[in-house]
């Protein structure tokens, strides 16, 4: 709700997922929130709260890059 008073109404998140680097362009696996950051759960949790917000999420993906893992 702090966020939404602000007048946010989207939040961008850099890679989240799986990756062996901090900067996680490098990803291991798309499907898996990479265990620093939490998990799928708690960005499933993330999802549903701000639909109710009227939030949208946008996750930056780089499909064109992946790590040897």
Not at 15 to 36: G, K, Q
Request: with cysteine; charged share 20%; aromatic share 8%.
């Amino acid at each position: 709700p702090y966020i939404q008073s602000l007048g946010v109404s989207c939040i961008y998140l850099n890679p989240i997922v799986e990756a062996c680097s901090n900067h996680r362009y490098d990803t291991a696996d798309y499907l898996t929130v990479d265990p620093i950051l939490g998990s799928n759960q708690d960005m499933e949790r993330l999802c549903a709260r701000a639909k109710e917000l009227g939030i949208r999420i946008m996750l930056d993906g780089v499909f064109s890059h992946t790590g040897a893992d």
